[in-house]
């Protein structure tokens, strides 16, 4: 069997086959296909002028999610920079290619092999140079497109997800979509994956601003809008307030980026087996207190097995307990201790000062600072290298709050039951956020019973909350 190939094809005005349309772009890569042997199953196509809009690529997209689904063995398209716009596009695309190794070919640039690390690294550095070069180009838009982030305008496109556009540039929120986002990324900072929200989000039929089932790319795309926090940016860098309302808070939006762009993301969100307690209960017997391990033992049914938890020490006087009777017990205490009023201002446990709130006061005023020497200098009354040396002081403080912003955000799990139904939020945990909720609320110590695999019994298991044991 041939493999399985799909072409891609863009039109836009950047630099290398400027003006090239889709009809030729599409012969090119099918005589391209021809020569490697390899069957077209299917063609995607954007119409994008220029690398910066920033718009949602539907065809690209679509490519993306159809290597994910194992769709592709190879991918054909016209130029390298047909395919990927930004260094961030072309990490999400190395990382569709790499659980089956597909190959991408081009028609006028040769093979890109990016299962190999140097193949990798030649993508990256030709997507720089590419990049600097269509930046250059692009140099009279962009100052155009400062002007307008800085006044905080929609720069057009699709009317974006949460907000309504009105005819004059502003915009006010649309309650439902802005109710999504908002949910959304309180999941996220919670553990919950991207795909159980793109599933949960499908089903109940919300679809995207322009009509669309949600995927991977498109849903990760809106929660990391800088807008979503009333902030206006630029390549990068936030360069003003948005005068758009806000979705969520600006340290619920950094903690958002901070968890999508966590690399130990994708080991905690695969399949390998945790078990709930495993290293967290203890080994109640006299002197032991080792952290118990789970284990498969034989039931007295042949060919039958069990997860038990058990310390690591043999002996007599050493623990083993049934694991799906002591977790059901374990999470029974937990949601009763979580769903008391009482315990949720506790559980929370912010102190001022790095309240998400006074962070995000003292970014604005960081931010305010950085304009005035800007101010300053354009008038003259500083010199630039006074003011690349108070960019630099307040730069640095900023960083220090952004970064203690997404730290708020990430530890907020807890709280984030306040008020909430705590079943649903804990079966919407992954098992390590789970893990963590445990951890932080209490102490399991399994005390030793007399009796060998007899009726699990909850007296012999100490539960206590962490710090008054
Ligand atoms: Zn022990």
């Known amino acids: 069997m041939s493999q399985r190939a799909a072409i891609y094809c863009r039109i836009s005005e950047d630099r290398t086959g400027a003006g090239l349309g889709v009809e030729r772009q599409r012969e090119d890569c099918e005589r391209l296909a021809e020569r490697l042997g390899v ?192 902030l206006s940016m630029l390549r990068g860098e936030v360069v003003g307030k948005s005068t758009w309302p806000a979705i969520v808070s600006e340290s619920t939006w950094r ?73 059901a017990h374990v999470v029974g205490v937990l949601l009763g201790v979580l769903s008391k009023p009482e315990n949720a201002p506790a559980l929370a446990g912010e102190d001022a000062a790095t309240s998400p709130e006074a962070l995000r006061l003292e970014a604005v005023a960081l931010r305010a600072q950085m304009g005035e020497a800007a101010d300053m200098y354009a008038e003259t009354k500083i010199t630039g290298a006074q003011l690349a040396k108070i960019n630099a002081r307040l730069q640095e403080r900023l960083d220090d709050a952004e970064a203690a912003m997404a730290r708020t955000a990430r530890g907020s799990a807890l709280a984030w039951f306040a008020g909430r139904d705590p079943v649903k939020v804990w079966k919407s945990l992954s098992i390590d956020r789970k893990r963590d909720v445990v951890r932080e609320v209490m102490t399991v110590r399994v005390l030793p019973s007399g009796r060998r695999g007899k009726v699990y019994d909850p007296d012999l298991v100490r539960i206590e909350p962490r710090g008054q044991q």
């Open 255 to 327: 903690g958002v980026c901070a968890v999508l762009r966590d690399p130990s993301r994708k080991r905690s969100t695969s399949n390998r087996v945790r078990h709930l307690l495993a290293g967290i209960a203890t080994c109640g017997a006299e002197g032991c207190g080792l952290p118990l391990k789970s284990a498969s033992v034989t039931t007295s049914r042949p060919g039958t097995y069990r997860t038990v938890y058990r310390c690591p020490a043999t002996g007599p006087g050493h623990v083993a307990r049934d694991a799906d009777a002591l977790e």
């Open 39 to 230: 069957a077209v199953v299917a063609t995607y196509t954007d119409n994008d002028v220029s690398a910066y809009s920033g718009r949602t690529r539907a065809g690209y997209v679509a490519l993306l999610d159809a290597m994910r689904a194992g769709d592709v063995d190879v991918v054909l398209s016209w130029h390298e920079d047909r395919l990927h716009r930004s260094p961030r596009e072309l990490e999400d695309y190395i990382d569709a290619c790499e659980p089956r190794a597909v190959v991408t070919h081009f028609a006028q640039a040769g093979q890109l092999d990016l299962s190999s690390a140097s193949g990798r690294m030649t993508a990256r550095i030709r997507g720089a140079v590419s990049r600097q070069e269509s930046e250059h180009k692009s140099e009279r838009i962009r100052r155009a497109q400062l002007q307008a982030a800085q006044a905080g305008k929609w720069l057009g496109g699709a009317p974006p997800f949460g907000w309504r556009v009105q005819a004059d540039g502003s915009a006010t929120l649309n309650r439902a979509e802005a109710r999504e986002v908002r949910k959304a990324s309180e999941a996220i900072l919670a553990g919950a994956s991207l795909g159980s929200i793109v599933a949960d989000l499908n089903r109940r039929g919300v679809t995207t601003s322009t009509g669309r089932p949600w995927n991977y790319t498109s849903l990760r795309q809106v929660l990391e809008r800088p807008r979503n926090a009333g």
